[in-house]
C-alpha cells in the first residue's frame, strides 16, 4: 500500500471503523446533536450525558466513511471523563491538526490516539469527514437545535 | 484482452490506440499508476481538437459577435452561429432558432421553469418528474411550485431501477403542464423509454422536456423523430467544454415564451418606455454569450460525428459489459441499476465499505471513479444507500482499464474488509 495511503488509513482507524466504540444510543441524554455531510453522505447522532460540565458519557450513531466514523469512536473514547472546556481545547487542536496548521513544535502527544488522523491533513477532501463528530459536539454542547452540516 | 480492444465495429473508424492519442490528458500517471479515467459522466475528457479550436478562437479572432462590423467581430459571429448550426444538425432540429446556447444543462432546465413555467403554470397546477431526475430537474420545478403553489408529481421506479411507465397515465390529470424526465439516469445508467413517455403525454396535450445531459454522448438523438418539446444538455459531457449548454425547444413554443434574462443582444428596440425582444434564438441569449465555448462544442460535435455515435455506443456497451460481468464476480459488491436498457454507467456499493474510502483507494491506483449520491438524493433514498460509487466509462476507454478497476476494487476490499 501507498505510504501516504497508508498514513491516511492506519491500523487504528481501520480498527475503530471495524468495531467503533460507544457506538450505541444513550436513552436519556442530557445533551444530543445530529451533524450531516452532504458530500458524502455521512450522518451522525450524538448523544451526550454532561453532569457538573463534565461528560460522564458519551455515544453515537449513524453511517459514514472510516474515517468519520473512527474520528467519531476516538472522539467519544477521548472525551468521555472531560470538562466541556478541555473538550472544546482538544477540539481546536484536532481541527488544527487535521488541516495541516499545527506547528511543529506544538506538543501532538496531548492529543493522544487522536494523532493518528494526523494523515488527513494529506486530502484536503477528506477533511470534512474527520470533523464532522466535532462539530457536531460542539453544537450538542452549545445546545443548538439545528443539524451540523459540513457544507 | 488488449487484442478485443478493437472491439467488432469497424476497426478503421473505432482505433482505439489512435482514439486515445486524440485526449492528452490521458497519457498521464496518477501515484504513479496509468490514469483510468472512470469519471466520465461527471465530465468526459477534451480531444485536442476541442482545445485547439478554442485556442485558435483566443489566438485569431476573438471578438465580440453580432454587433460588430470589423472583420474580426464578423469572423467570430460566423464561427459562433457555424456551432449552433452543427448542434441543430446534430440532433435534427428543425431550424437554428431552436438552438439556444446556455451555460449548461442546469441553466436550461432553470430557463423553461422560469419562462415558460412561470407563464402557464399556475395554482393548483402540476408538473410530473421521475424519482430518478438529477437535483437539478427537481429543484427549479420545486421553486416554481412553491412559487405558483403548483405540485409536483413523481413517476416511481423498481428495484431494477425502471420508471413505471403503466403509472404515468394515472399521474397525468387535466392540471399537468409539463412532464420533465431524465433521459438516462446518471447514477443508474437507466435509458428511460422517452418516446412512449413523450407520446402518451401528448396523447393529454402536456409537453415533455428532455434532461439529455446523459443521452447526448451515447444516444443518437433525433429531436423530430422524438417529438420532444424541449431537450437540455451539457457541452462539458460531450466532449466540449465547461460553461456552454444547449437548450432546444420547439419553435412555437419558445416563440410564446418570455424572456429569461434581460440586457443585451436580446432585444430588438429599447426605450424608457418599452422594450422589443430580439427575435429566437437571440431572445434567449441576453448578454455576452460564451463564445468560445459555443465554438468548442461545435468542434466537439465534429468531433462526435466523425466516430459515429453508433460506434461509440457499441463500443461503450461492450466495456458495460465487461465491467459489469467482472464486477459481479467480486463477493460483496452490489450493483445498484440494473436495468435492461442502460449506458455505461456502473453503480455499486460494497458490504461495510464507505463508498468515499472506495474513492480514495481506488485513485491511489490510478482509478478515477465517483463516490457520493451523484445529485440524486431521493434515488438514494429508493434504494436505502447513502452513497454509491460510480464507474461511468467513455469510448476512450478500453477494456484493461476494466482490469484496472477490478483488480483496484479486489485490494480495496482486501484492506477495508
Ligand atoms: C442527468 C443530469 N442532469 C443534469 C446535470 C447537470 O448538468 P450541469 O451541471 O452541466 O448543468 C447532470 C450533470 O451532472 C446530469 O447528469
Redesign the pocket.
Known amino acids: 500500500m501507498d505510504t501516504e495511503l497508508r498514513e491516511l488509513y492506519q491500523q487504528v482507524i481501520l480498527d475503530h471503523n471495524k468495531s467503533p466504540r460507544n457506538f450505541r444510543v444513550i436513552e436519556h441524554p442530557s445533551h444530543s446533536s445530529e451533524g450531516y455531510n452532504p458530500l458524502c453522505g455521512d450522518t451522525i447522532h450524538l448523544y451526550l450525558t454532561i453532569e457538573d460540565g463534565i461528560v460522564k458519557d458519551i455515544s453515537f450513531q449513524g453511517s459514514g466513511c472510516a474515517i468519520s466514523k473512527a474520528s467519531a469512536s476516538l472522539m467519544s473514547s477521548m472525551i468521555k471523563g472531560k470538562t466541556i472546556e478541555e473538550a472544546k481545547k482538544i477540539f481546536e487542536k484536532f481541527q488544527e491538526m487535521i488541516t495541516g496548521k499545527l506547528d511543529e513544535n506544538s506538543d501532538i502527544e496531548s492529543l493522544g490516539k487522536l494523532a493518528v488522523l494526523s494523515g488527513v491533513k494529506e486530502f484536503p477532501a477528506r477533511v470534512k469527514c474527520a470533523s464532522l463528530a466535532w462539530h457536531t459536539l460542539i453544537n450538542a454542547i452549545n445546545e443548538k437545535k439545528e443539524a451540523v452540516t459540513t457544507e | 484482452m488488449e487484442t478485443n480492444l478493437k472491439t467488432n465495429t469497424n476497426e478503421k473508424v473505432f482505433d482505439i490506440e489512435k482514439i486515445r492519442n486524440d485526449f492528452p490528458i490521458l497519457k498521464q500517471l496518477v501515484h504513479n499508476k496509468p490514469l483510468c479515467y472512470l469519471d466520465n459522466?461527471?465530465?468526459t475528457q477534451k480531444p485536442q481538437i476541442v482545445i485547439d479550436t478554442i485556442n485558435n478562437f483566443y489566438s485569431t479572432i476573438n471578438s465580440n459577435i453580432h454587433r460588430g462590423v470589423h472583420s474580426l467581430s464578423e469572423k467570430s459571429t460566423q464561427a459562433y452561429e457555424n456551432a449552433r448550426a452543427k448542434i441543430k444538425d446534430f440532433i435534427n432540429a428543425k431550424s437554428d432558432k431552436e438552438i439556444i446556447f446556455t451555460?449548461?444543462?442546469?441553466?436550461?432546465?432553470n430557463l423553461v421553469a422560469q419562462t415558460f413555467g412561470r407563464k402557464y403554470v399556475s395554482d393548483g397546477d402540476e408538473i410530473i418528474v421521475t424519482r430518478m431526475?438529477?437535483?437539478?430537474?427537481i429543484v427549479p420545478w420545486q421553486l416554481l411550485c412553491d412559487e405558483k403553489n403548483a405540485k409536483l408529481k413523481v413517476l416511481q421506479i423498481n428495484n431494477k431501477g425502471e420508471l413505471l411507465l403503466d403509472d404515468l397515465k394515472d399521474l397525468i390529470s387535466e392540471k399537468t403542464k409539463l412532464i420533465t424526465v431524465?433521459?438516462?439516469?446518471?447514477?443508474l445508467g437507466t435509458i428511460n423509454p422517452v418516446k412512449e413517455i413523450i407520446k402518451i403525454a401528448h396523447q393529454n396535450n402536456v409537453p415533455v422536456l428532455l434532461?439529455?445531459?446523459?443521452s447526448i454522448q451515447h444516444i443518437e438523438i433525433d429531436v423530430q423523430e422524438l417529438d420532444c418539446d424541449f431537450l437540455?444538455?451539457?457541452?462539458?459531457?460531450i466532449y466540449g467544454p465547461?460553461g456552454i449548454?444547449i437548450l432546444y425547444g420547439k419553435e412555437n413554443l419558445l416563440d410564446k415564451m418570455p424572456p429569461f434574462m434581460g440586457g443585451g443582444d436580446m432585444i430588438s428596440k429599447v426605450t424608457f418606455e418599452g422594450t422589443t425582444f430580439n427575435e429566437l434564438p437571440f431572445k434567449f441569449e441576453a448578454g455576452t454569450s460564451n463564445i468560445a465555448g459555443a465554438i468548442g462544442l461545435g468542434a466537439a460535435i465534429d468531433y462526435v460525428h466523425s466516430i459515429g455515435i453508433k460506434n461509440i455506443k457499441e463500443h461503450e456497451t461492450n466495456l458495460l459489459n465487461a465491467a459489469t460481468g467482472a464486477v459481479k464476480e467480486i463477493p460483496g459488491i452490489k450493483i445498484i441499476g440494473n436495468a435492461k436498457e442502460k449506458t455505461s454507467v456502473l453503480s455499486f456499493v460494497i458490504d461495510n465499505i464507505h463508498p468515499h474510502d472506495i474513492g480514495t483507494f481506488l485513485d491511489f491506483e490510478g482509478v478515477a471513479i465517483r463516490t457520493g449520491h451523484?445529485?440524486?438524493q431521493p434515488l438514494m433514498d429508493f434504494f436505502k444507500v447513502p452513497a454509491t460509487s460510480r464507474a461511468s466509462f467513455a469510448f476512450y476507454n478500453t477494456f484493461n482499464e476494466v482490469e484496472q478497476l477490478t483488480i483496484a476494487l479486489k485490494k480495496t476490499i482486501e484492506v477495508l474488509s
Open positions: 459522466a461527471a465530465t451555460s449548461g444543462t442546469t441553466a436550461s432546465i431526475e438529477h437535483h437539478s430537474n431524465v433521459h438516462v439516469s446518471n447514477t434532461d439529455a445531459a446523459q437540455a444538455f451539457s457541452g462539458h459531457k465547461t449548454g451523484h445529485c440524486t
